[in-house]
Structures are given as structure tokens and as C-alpha cells.
């Protein structure tokens, strides 16, 4: 029971999040990729 509460805890907190999880779009770091080939 201890186990369950501990992961959802952890799950609902998001790395620090408070808002819900999401992905950043980082265009600088596509185009340093095409910069180098």
C-alpha cells in the first residue's frame, strides 16, 4: 500500500512540474544539427 501511494506521488508530481507533462520543442538544437552536417 506504502508502494502505491509512493508512486502515485511521485507520478502526479511530474519531475517538479506543476503543470502536466509536456515535451519542449527545441528548434535551436535541429538546426545546429543541420549546421554540422
Not at 511521485?10 to 512540474?17: D, F, H, M, N, P
Not at 509536456?22 to 535551436?28: G, L, Q, S, V, W
Amino acid at each position: 500500500m506504502v508502494v502505491i501511494v509512493l508512486c502515485a506521488g511521485v507520478l502526479s508530481s511530474g519531475c517538479g512540474q506543476k503543470g502536466p507533462l509536456y515535451i519542449p520543442e527545441t528548434p535551436a538544437s535541429e538546426e545546429s544539427e543541420d549546421s554540422d552536417s
